[in-house]
């Protein structure tokens, strides 16, 4: 989970430092022109690739607290730009993953102090939490799956760029299929998980995602989060499934 977080600052860091064009549209929501967004952009992205480092040598709460945050802001900017609102429901993967790595480590709201000591894998996790997780893992799951396939059933350029790259043919019918079967397996990962079926998923979500035209490494490892739940749903589902003796989280 912590290495999911961090692939989702690092990823989108890199974005930012690169200057990708798209972001111009997400600063105009906020009234910045184009010169002024190229200018934030590498700042951005630094202290993005920041507290993703950070996140992986000195893990502290308020990280994964602000990516949940920051994660919902920046998909939300999507739609607000004129983006399809299944631009900010794919995103889910990025807000939902810390949300459910606090779910795991303990909020501890009332302790301000311990939001900025290291997590330490020092305790158990209870059934009730176990349970918790994994149903805040399948609704992740099944929100990122469903809104990536609706935007394959509206045949998003790039996606559509994708399948081009690939020669693929009669692209316009594979997308819409290939919508259909993601969110299909989004609605079977909510209703009733099987692990043979997430773990076909995740391969499939690591592999499509390798395929954007432009930026491919930067976008891959920017859905560092929608890995780790899918993985996450895969271990935990294993758990359930044996008599429970507890896991170490952290």
Known sequence: ?????????????????????IWCN?????GIGHDHAYQLMPWVGSFDILLGVITLIYPIRVIPAWLVFWGILTALLRPLSGEPFAEFIERTGNFGTPLMLLGLVGFDLGNRKRWFTRIVPSRHADSWTIEKISMGLRIVVFLLLAGHGWLYIIHKKSLMDQLHAIHVDNAFVIASTLGLFEITAAFFVLLKPVRS???ILL??????E?????YELFEWIERGG???????LWIITHQRSKPFSGIHVG
Request: hydrophobic share 55%; proline share 4%; net charge positive.
């Open 226 to 232: 929608s890995y780790a739940s899918l993985l996450a």
């Open 210 to 214: 390798l395929f954007y035209p432009k």
């Open 197 to 199: 079926l997430i773990l």
């Open 203 to 208: 391969f499939w979500k690591m592999a499509s």
């Open 26 to 30: 997400y600063f105009a929501v906020f």
């Open 1 to 21: 989970m912590r290495l999911g977080v961090a692939m989702c600052f690092i990823g989108h860091g890199a974005c930012g430092i690169i200057t990708k064009p």
